[in-house]
Nanobody
């Protein structure tokens, strides 16, 4: 079994910054892409960013230039540095990872989510 645990959420003022972390643990043979989604109240979950094992990132237009995704392959951890936060960034943020648990078995796993609230 694989667990993803996020941390780093909280309350921040508009224009502020937060750094989210997500650590994967359990039966891990390898991890391909890792990423972040978010879900605001009354809205569908939306893609934010994803990073390949080799470190190539992609971003949603809504966060491009403000958010930076990175990862530490040795520690199976993905990060999301969020700068210039806006009230519309308020949401529950979820990390995800495509995890190989053996040489021939893989699936996507999700964390439990961490709340980010941007408010003055």
């Amino acid at each position: 079994q694989v667990q993803l645990v996020e941390s780093g959420g909280g309350l921040v003022q508009p224009g502020g910054s937060l750094r989210l972390s997500c650590a994967a643990s359990g039966t891990i043979f390898n991890i391909n892409g890792m990423g972040w989604h978010r879900q605001a109240p009354g809205k569908q979950r939306e893609f934010i960013a994803r990073i390949s094992r080799g470190g190539t990132p992609i971003y949603a237009d809504s966060v491009k230039g403000r958010f930076t995704i990175s990862r530490d392959n040795r520690n199976n951890t993905v990060y999301l540095q969020m700068n210039s936060l806006k009230t519309e960034d308020t949401a529950v943020y979820y990390c995800s990872a495509t995890v190989w648990t053996s040489m021939d078995t893989f699936r996507d796993y999700w964390g439990q989510g961490t709340q980010v609230t941007v408010s003055s």
